[in-house]
Nanobody, 122 residues
Framework: QVQLVESGGGLVQPGGSLRLSCAAS????????MGWYRQAPGQQRELVAT???????NYADSVKGRFTISRYNVGNTVYLQMNSLKPEDTAVYYC????????????????WGQGTQVAVSS
């Protein structure tokens, strides 16, 4: 009933750029924030960037100045522009939405996309 569809991942050389997109659809009642997380093999999932419905953004220290998160509220779409990519950015990137569904409008949960692979290698 709820779906987060991601696109834009791929293989790039160090110093290159990628733009990730995520569209949230389905039985959402409210979406308070959306964001991107990443997970490398054998490691914990970590926050990359988030943006609230009011436009306030938050970034991990490791991506500040290189990544930019933006949101198109009308379509519940979030973007992540990634510039100056480094090998350590290699991970599966997951789209996240924090909000509620129509079936449980008073309960806030986190919803996740399927993940898209980003590989930075020469």
């Amino acid at each position: 009933q709820v779906q987060l569809v991601e696109s834009g991942g791929g293989l790039v050389q160090p110093g290159g750029s990628l733009r990730l997109s995520c569209a949230a659809s389905g039985s959402f009642s409210s979406i308070y924030a959306m964001g991107w997380y990443r997970q490398a093999p054998g490691q914990q999932r970590e926050l990359v960037a988030t943006i609230t419905s009011g436009g306030s953004s938050n970034y991990a220290d490791s991506v500040k100045g290189r990544f930019t998160i933006s949101r198109y509220n009308v379509g519940n779409t979030v973007y992540l522009q990634m510039n100056s990519l480094k090998p350590e950015d290699t991970a599966v990137y997951y789209c996240n939405a924090r909000g509620s569904i129509v079936h449980m409008p008073s309960t806030t949960n986190d919803f996740w996309g399927q993940g898209t692979q980003v590989a930075v290698s020469s």
